[in-house]
């Protein structure tokens, strides 16, 4: 526990001053706290797809064919993916070491100057091949900031949260997903509404990113009045911390380690296949002027708010693994129905299939995710084997999985390719789930 008196000695006047810390942060606080700061972090994160899906392919791949455009936009996308691994290495040992609270400042900072710097970077037409090469550079440290987020929030929520309810509180760290994405759609969508298709690739299009810096400032507010839980400053108060916390996860629990990389692969590429991938390929169907599947995106974004702490408070009263299993499961359904429904040519059934597969079996994954990973490992490691898990399975799966689609849609297997290759992401999914240890007793 953090001193109740802190003593501050002004050195250029010499005067001691005696203040009184701040009240420990309650589990409300941690929950909320950690919810606005991730909001931010994956708007910044989200909005970056939304643009790979429908901007970055002529302003920054223009010297390419359509099909080669879309595959090297979507590599650029992956390449922040595979940077968060690094970040939950760097991150997992900090945060074990000296914090949850300080490692989370130092994410939101450097995703926010990432992103805000993207919106003022020159496109191909202006410096060339420059151009794509600083996006992948600013790409890459949006990787490094997310990859340093997540464990540390979900744990700041997770470690204050009262026993027997650590699912929900857990998953108002999940809900920044939900309102990073349909706060980056909702502005993507106002801002080329309002622009329009010509003036919004002319230059509107950067408006969003530039709004970053806006939505930092109001994080880092929040966040700086957060305190660690008790149950790490304790560990902290009698020097008890990990040394090299990732070497001992490893070598400790290498086991939940591989299990939580294995939780992610079906959840997080189904996740990126319906919010990203989904964006080009309505396109493709519908034709370059439909918003469909932005305002799709959106819908499920804003019930996700709702669903996501449900399927957690579920798991605290059920357990974590069966609506983990439900979702691994009804993932490949979902997937199917969506591309049935783009078939269809129905914008209705198009946002029916998005809202199925985000709200009722994603979440079903996502919602109790935070608090099993947590509960998984030891308080000492806690951090980085979490965000191990959770990033390494994102950078497998999430990262590539709209590279491979396009590339299997571009090789004239049709969608179903697509489907069959997440089937074996869900199987995958699904046995990790069966071998993971319950926890929520």
Not at 40 to 53: P, Q, R, S
Not at 247 to 269: D, K, N, W, Y
Not at 387 to 394: E, F, K, N, T
Request: with cysteine.
């Amino acid at each position: 526990m953090v001193p109740k008196i802190a003593d501050f000695r002004l050195a250029c006047t010499g005067v001691t001053t005696t203040i009184s810390d701040r009240p420990r942060t309650t589990p409300r606080g941690a929950a909320i706290g950690s919810m606005v700061g991730t909001t931010v972090e994956w708007y910044d994160f989200y909005l970056y797809a939304t643009a790979t899906a429908l901007v970055f392919k002529p302003l920054f791949f223009p010297a390419v064919s359509p099909t080669a455009g879309t595959l090297a936009s979507f590599a650029t996308y992956a390449a922040g993916f595979g940077a968060r691994p690094i970040g939950a290495v760097v991150s997992g040992h900090l945060g074990d070491r000296m914090g949850r609270k300080t490692v989370l400042v130092g994410a939101l900072v450097l995703m926010g100057a990432a992103t805000t710097a993207i919106g003022v970077l020159p496109t191909y037409a202006q410096a060339g091949v420059l151009a794509p090469a600083l996006l992948v550079v600013l790409r890459l440290l949006q990787g490094l900031a997310v990859g340093a987020e997540w464990g540390g929030a979900a744990l700041l929520s997770v470690e204050h949260a009262p026993p027997g309810r650590r699912g929900l509180f857990g998953s108002f760290t999940q809900l920044g997903s939900s309102a990073g994405m349909l706060l980056a759609t909702g502005v993507y969508y106002a801002v080329r509404s309002i622009a329009g298709d010509a003036a919004f690739l002319a230059g509107a299009w950067r408006i969003p990113f530039l709004i970053s810096f806006v939505l930092v400032l109001v994080g880092l507010v929040i966040r700086l009045r957060l305190a660690d839980a008790e149950e790490f400053t304790e560990l902290k108060r009698r020097r008890e911390t990990a040394r090299l916390p990732v070497v001992e996860v490893l070598r400790t629990q290498p086991r939940e380690v591989l299990l939580t990389t294995g939780l992610r692969l079906s959840q997080i590429a189904l996740f990126v296949l319906l919010t990203t991938y989904s964006l080009t390929y309505l396109q493709d169907v519908f034709g370059k002027d439909s918003q469909v599947g932005l305002v799709a995106v959106m819908i499920a974004s804003a019930l996700g708010l709702v669903s996501t702490p449900l399927w957690a408070w579920l798991s605290d009263r059920f357990g974590r693994r069966p609506p983990y299993l439900f979702g691994a499961v009804a993932g490949v359904i979902a997937l199917a129905l969506f591309f049935l429904a783009a078939e269809s040519g129905s914008p209705v059934a198009v946002v029916l299939a998005i809202v199925f597969g985000v709200n009722v079996v994603h979440d079903a994954m996502y919602g109790p995710q935070a608090a099993w990973f947590g509960e998984l490992f030891a308080t000492r490691v806690r951090y980085s084997g979490a965000s191990l898990g959770y990033q390494l399975g994102a950078v497998l799966s999430g990262g590539f999985a709209p590279l491979i689609a396009a590339a299997l849609l571009a090789a004239g297997g049709g969608p179903w390719l697509i489907v069959g290759y997440f089937a074996v992401l869900a199987g995958l999914t699904g046995a990790s789930a069966c071998l993971a240890r319950e926890t929520y007793l």
